[in-house]
């Protein structure tokens, strides 16, 4: 698969402070990338970095095999940190200033990504009297603007009501499978974890890991079981791996393998030939929340 | 053209930016106008002491005269127009737009040569209405005292005064792509403009510090002396200044230039 987008050793300091050390990752075509990391992690900086707001201290980043440049950027749809537009104008004006700048659509594309983010009706109202999610729906129009084959979206759904959220949720998803690449940075683990192919963790600056999210995600095998006697089932598993937990809560034992050595059928005939009926067996994938905080240390 | 367009598309429904040049249009004709006014009630009055005044002040709202005069008297209202200047950049900063502007296409220069060419024509708008001023002005004042003065003898002024322009504009803009703020930006630019610069004029020319010649503003200021009965009050003086104004036109095109590149190679480098 071809990259749209290389990182080689990115390194950013603020002053003393390192903001990026060393990044390097690959964005491949067709991808919904997820780039996800802590408050300060560096993800922001990062997607500045290769929209060329902000200027690395080493390292370099290629996008479609080739160094940064303006004309590149006219073909990725954008949206960094915050929704920027000239305040007194409107909705309809601000994306012309898109178009113009960019090369994006037509006049009937401006009407058709208002109507696709909901703000058609108030597409002559001025950008200053917007709501905050109206602001970023507009944000999200102007990268959508003439259907670009790579956005950049800088926490996507930030400021969006939850009907919002899905809305976006799904429009990424549309855009996913219709062969578009998208690199996303987001907090929201929950819409990296349904809408990301790939993902990369930051953490001040540093890169943790990188690769499909599936890869990220199954880090051990999980394996969640239950019998009328949890305490019986546990103490039995106990002999064949230490890693036994009881869930109350869940009413469920849970043991962990390394990755892709749990074997569900030896552990369901282990215990029936100990004389325990299992009546719930699955292997459960570590959720990427969970995952998060491991790698993150929180 | 794609760059002024663009600019076009930002400004023509922007009321401030227009509150601002209706602001120009009409107190460049109107301070002229009643410079005009008090020089021909002048005119008018039959004492002595008039007609002497008179007399040393020839006919400075004649053509070809009143191209200097006017140039000299419209140059002091600069920092009207360069409000519109620092609201131009200030505006990019506050709204961020600035990023904008290069995560959507443009590269750094285009984005400083957009604003290069918001401040010429700012600069050409105003020489325009200096233009015509002077000549409604001059036309209707009647005839020179001497018939055989071509009319567009001085006319050269246009040129000194739109450079003296672009040149003034040129800092406000530089002090505003500095600041960011535009309220700060403004303050600082009319601080010097008005009082802190003329302050250091004022106490070079009396303790006779040439160096004050070179002060950003007087370095253009010096393009357009003062109108021509200033010559018949302190001639060598005058005709000192008038032969300056070929070195200072060169100071002022080095001064501009380098602004200029000095704001392209700070956007070029400096994080957005």
Request: aromatic share 10%; proline share 4%; hydrophobic share 45%.
């Amino acid at each position: 698969m071809d990259s749209v987008l290389s990182l080689n050793n990115i390194t950013k300091f603020y002053g003393k402070i390192r903001a990026l050390n060393d990044v390097s990752f690959e964005v491949p075509q067709g991808s919904v990338f997820g780039i996800l990391g802590p408050n300060g992690s560096g993800k922001t900086t990062l997607l500045s970095i290769i929209l060329d707001v902000l200027k690395a201290n080493n390292g370099n980043y290629l996008w479609f095999g080739h160094p940064g440049s303006p004309s590149q950027r006219k073909k990725i749809g954008s949206l960094l940190e915050t929704p920027n537009f000239y305040h007194y104008l409107s909705g309809i004006n601000n994306l012309k200033i898109t178009q113009s700048i960019s090369g994006r659509g037509t006049a009937k594309d401006i009407d058709d990504v208002l109507k696709k983010v909901r703000l058609f009706e108030r597409r002559k109202s001025r950008f200053s009297s917007f709501s905050l999610g109206m602001k970023q729906r507009l944000a999200i129009a102007a990268a959508l603007l003439g259907d670009p084959e790579v956005l950049v979206l800088d926490e996507p759904t930030n400021g969006l009501d939850p009907v919002g959220i899905a809305e976006i949720r799904q429009l990424i998803i549309e855009l996913r499978n219709s062969g578009h690449t998208i690199v996303m940075a987001s907090h929201l683990l929950d819409e990296v974890e349904k809408v990301c192919t790939h993902a990369a963790i930051l953490r001040t600056g540093e890169l943790l890991t990188t690769g499909e999210v599936e890869e990220i995600l199954i880090d051990d095998d999980v394996v969640e079981l239950s019998a009328p006697d949890l305490n019986a089932v546990a103490n039995l598993l106990q002999q064949l791996n230490e890693n036994v937990v009881i869930d109350n809560k869940l009413n469920v034992v849970h043991i962990t393998f390394p990755k892709g050595t749990a074997r569900l059928d030896e552990i369901n005939s282990f215990c029936f030939r100990n004389g325990i009926t299992l009546n719930h067996l699955v292997l459960r994938k570590k959720r990427l929340e969970a995952r998060f905080f491991e790698l993150t240390n929180n | 053209m794609n760059l002024l367009r663009t600019e076009w598309l930002k400004i023509k429904k922007y009321i401030a930016f227009w509150l601002v040049i209706i602001t120009t249009a009409l107190s460049y004709p109107g301070v002229s106008w009643i410079f005009r006014q008090g020089y021909k009630n002048l005119g008018q009055r039959k004492d002595g002491g008039a007609q002497v005044l008179k007399m040393l002040l020839g006919d400075p709202f004649s053509l070809p005269e009143a191209w200097h005069t006017l140039a000299y008297s419209s140059s002091l209202f600069v920092f009207i127009p360069a409000v519109v200047i620092i609201m131009f950049i200030s505006n990019e900063y506050s709204y961020k737009t600035h990023r904008q502007n290069i995560i959507d296409g443009w590269s750094r220069d285009q984005f400083m040569l957009a604003k290069m060419l918001n401040v010429m024509v700012v600069s050409l708008m105003v020489t325009l209405l200096y233009t015509l001023v002077t000549l409604i002005i001059g036309l209707t004042n009647g005839p020179n005292a001497n018939p055989n003065l071509n009319k567009w003898s001085q006319s050269y002024y246009i040129g000194l005064f739109a450079l003296q322009t672009f040149s003034q504009l040129s800092i406000a803009f530089f002090i505003g792509f500095l600041v960011k703020k535009a309220f700060l930006s403004l303050g600082i630019f009319l601080f010097y403009f008005l009082i802190l610069e003329n302050v250091l004029v004022g106490l070079g020319t009396y303790y006779k510090i040439s160096g004050y010649k070179y002060l950003p503003i007087e370095i253009s200021d010096r393009m357009i002396p003062p109108p021509a009965f200033w010559g018949r009050i302190d001639k060598d003086n005058y005709l000192k200044e008038l032969s300056e104004i070929n070195s200072h036109v060169i100071y002022t095109i080095i001064l501009t230039a380098f602004i200029w590149l000095l704001c392209f190679g700070i956007n070029k480098k400096r994080d957005l």
